[in-house]
C-alpha cells in the first residue's frame, strides 16, 4: 500500500510532468521528439512584472519583508519552469530576515485548450478551493503548499511554505486575480 505523503509526491510529479508534456504537444512542430527538440512557446508573453503581480502590500499579512530573488531559476520539470518557457511570469520572493522562507508565483496566459488540460487534471488530483474566486486547486506536500488558480486565459501558480492550509496562499491569489482580471475582482466566481 502507498502512503499518502509518497501517493501526493507521485501525483504532483505526475502532473508537473504531464502539464510539460501537455504544452509541449500543443506547439504543432515538426513531430520532432527528439530530446535536444526545442518546442515553441504556446503561451502569450506576460508583461505585468513581479511587482505588479504581486505588490508588497499583499506580502504584509506574512509579517515578513520580502525581496524579489532576480538570480533564481525554477527548478527543472516544476510548474514554474513550465511558466518560463511558455514565456510566462516567475517571480522567486525571499523574506529578509529568513532567506528560508520564500514564495515562488509563476503566471502563464495560455490557449483555451491547455487550460482545460491543466484544470481536469488537478480536479482528478482533488482539493478545489472555492475561495479563490476563480476555478482554484490547492496541495501540501513535504511542507510546501502549492496553490493553482486559473483567472482565465491565464495559469496562477505559486508555493511556499507559509501556505500550511489553502487559505494561506489567498493573499497572493486574490492579489495576482485582481491585476488580471480587475473587473472579476469585486464578485465570486460562480
Known amino acids: 500500500m502507498t502512503s499518502r505523503s509518497r501517493a501526493r ?28 527538440a526545442s518546442p515553441t512557446p504556446i503561451g502569450t508573453a506576460v508583461r505585468q512584472t513581479c511587482a505588479e503581480l504581486l505588490p508588497e502590500s499583499a506580502l504584509a499579512v506574512y509579517g515578513k519583508t520580502f525581496e524579489q530573488d532576480t538570480s533564481w531559476t525554477p527548478a527543472k520539470g516544476t510548474p514554474a519552469a513550465t511558466i518560463e518557457r ?10 529578509t530576515d529568513d532567506p528560508s522562507t520564500t514564495i515562488t508565483l509563476a503566471v502563464a ?7 482545460t488540460t491543466l484544470k481536469d487534471a488537478l480536479y482528478e488530483r482533488g482539493g478545489s478551493v472555492p475561495t479563490y474566486r476563480v476555478e482554484g486547486y490547492y496541495a501540501l506536500a513535504d511542507g510546501v503548499g ?15 511554505t507559509l501556505y500550511t492550509e489553502p487559505g494561506g496562499a489567498q493573499p497572493v491569489v486574490d492579489a495576482v486575480r485582481a491585476v488580471l482580471q480587475p473587473s472579476a475582482s469585486a464578485s465570486p466566481a460562480g
Open 146 to 160: 502549492r496553490a493553482d488558480a486559473f483567472p482565465d486565459p491565464y495559469w496562477v501558480t505559486t508555493e511556499s
Open 86 to 95: 511558455q514565456r510566462g511570469r516567475v517571480c522567486h520572493l525571499v523574506a
Open 9 to 36: 509526491a507521485i501525483t504532483v510529479a505526475l502532473l508537473s510532468v504531464s502539464a510539460t508534456v501537455l504544452l509541449a504537444g500543443c506547439t504543432g512542430g515538426s513531430g520532432d521528439a527528439s530530446p535536444s
Open 109 to 115: 496566459h495560455l490557449p483555451e485548450k491547455s487550460l
